[in-house]
T-cell receptor, first 111, second 115 residues
């Protein structure tokens, strides 16, 4: 089983739609969770950290479910500029405290 | 504030040749990372430096890959000899410290094609 698994997509949605991605992780001792965004042929950039209580940043909401070992990202009112690959990232001491990246979920927002 | 700088941006070599990549992190960032990102996959950590010391190189193929950060600032990653499967984007990142809570800032990457 991969350490971090994501549906590769692509998710094709119209502008204004709400879209959600899930990510599962295998190590129950994982402590830190993030979503990074990567535009085509660009470097990854931190979108948001994911906290146990859930957190929101504008149109983006991240949730963590430790019992089921999954993380979600919800994007409301999708914009064309949201088109990108969304990388789920997890850290655990068992990984030597390094970040482990999922393969990413591709989102395409169309007008 | 200047971001992470990498060069070259693109490199095409033949298998068995050698290649080197350079990275200059954000000023003041003590931690530097080299990642390999193969097409369709997420970045995979190759090596992590804290100042000029190696923190983690468990996934670095040491028979062909080497990296150094001699003065605790910029870093080079070398592949010698290259194989076809080394074709990937090599990303350098830096952060203020090595804890997982600190955001990692990535450079634009070097796209390597091995023919």
């Amino acid at each position: 089983r991969k350490e971090v698994e994501q549906d590769p997509g692509p998710f094709n949605v119209p502008e204004g739609a709400t879209v959600a991605f899930n990510c599962t992780y295998s190590n129950s001792a994982s402590q830190s969770f993030f979503w990074y965004r990567q535009d085509c042929r660009k470097e990854p950039k931190l979108l948001m950290s994911v906290y146990s209580s859930g957190n929101e940043d504008g149109r983006f909401t991240a949730q963590l479910n430790r019992a089921s070992q999954y993380i979600s990202l919800l994007i409301r009112d999708s914009k064309l500029s949201d088109s990108a690959t969304y990388l789920c990232v997890v850290n655990a001491w068992e990984y030597g405290n390094k970040l482990v990246f999922g393969a990413g979920t591709i989102l395409r927002v169309k007008s | 504030e200047a971001g992470v700088a990498q060069s070259p941006r693109y490199k095409i070599i033949e298998k068995r040749q050698s290649v080197a990549f350079w990275c200059n992190p954000i000023s003041g960032h003590a931690t530097l990372y080299w990642y390999q990102q193969i097409l369709g996959q997420g970045p995979k950590l190759l090596i992590q430096f804290q100042n000029n010391g190696v923190v983690d190189d468990s996934q670095l193929p040491k028979d062909r890959f080497s990296a150094e950060r001699l003065k605790g600032v910029d870093s080079t990653l070398k592949i010698q000899p290259a194989k076809l499967e080394d074709s990937a984007v090599y990303l350098c990142a830096s952060s203020t410290s090595g804890t997982s809570y600190n955001e990692q800032f990535f450079g634009p990457g070097t796209r390597l094609t091995v023919l």
